[in-house]
């Protein structure tokens, strides 16, 4: 499984981008995507998953309410829809997927809850 990570750019505060991660390789059927971010000297932070049963849904609170992830089984597909952008929220973008399931939505949250992940997408934001 390959993950490719698209959709970054330069933008203004408040405005929107799209990020999208298509999956590719052998039959693909994860539990669930996610996607983090990575700001410069600092650690991975978690952003969104969402199931790919369901689904369901999962935000981390610095995003919740302007960031929507969604998900197209038959493109193998993972988006994340950013709105009202903030300088903040400047960082590589990175999508993971989970194939091996068998643990709670706990895990969801963590880097160590994805085996395969995408190689990244910078998104900037000036202010």
């Known amino acids: 499984v390959q993950l490719q990570a698209s959709g970054g750019g330069l933008v203004q505060a408040g405005d929107s981008l799209r990020l999208s991660c298509a999956a590719s390789?052998?039959?693909?059927?994860?539990?669930?995507m996610g996607w983090f971010r990575q700001a410069p000297g600092k650690e991975r932070e978690f952003v969104a998953a969402i199931t790919w049963v369901g689904p369901s849904t999962y935000y981390a609170a610095s995003v919740k309410g302007r960031f929507i992830i969604s998900r197209d089984d038959a493109k193998k597909s993972a988006y994340l829809q950013m709105n009202s952008l903030k300088p903040e929220d400047t960082a590589v973008y990175y999508c993971?997927?989970?194939?091996?399931?068998?643990?709670?939505?706990?895990?969801?949250?963590?880097?160590?809850?994805?085996?395969?992940w995408g190689q990244g997408t910078q998104v900037t934001v000036s202010s």
């Open positions: 993971a997927a989970d194939t091996r399931g068998g643990h709670d939505g706990s895990y969801w949250y963590r880097v160590y809850g994805y085996d395969y």
């Open positions: 390789g052998r039959t693909f059927s994860p539990y669930a």
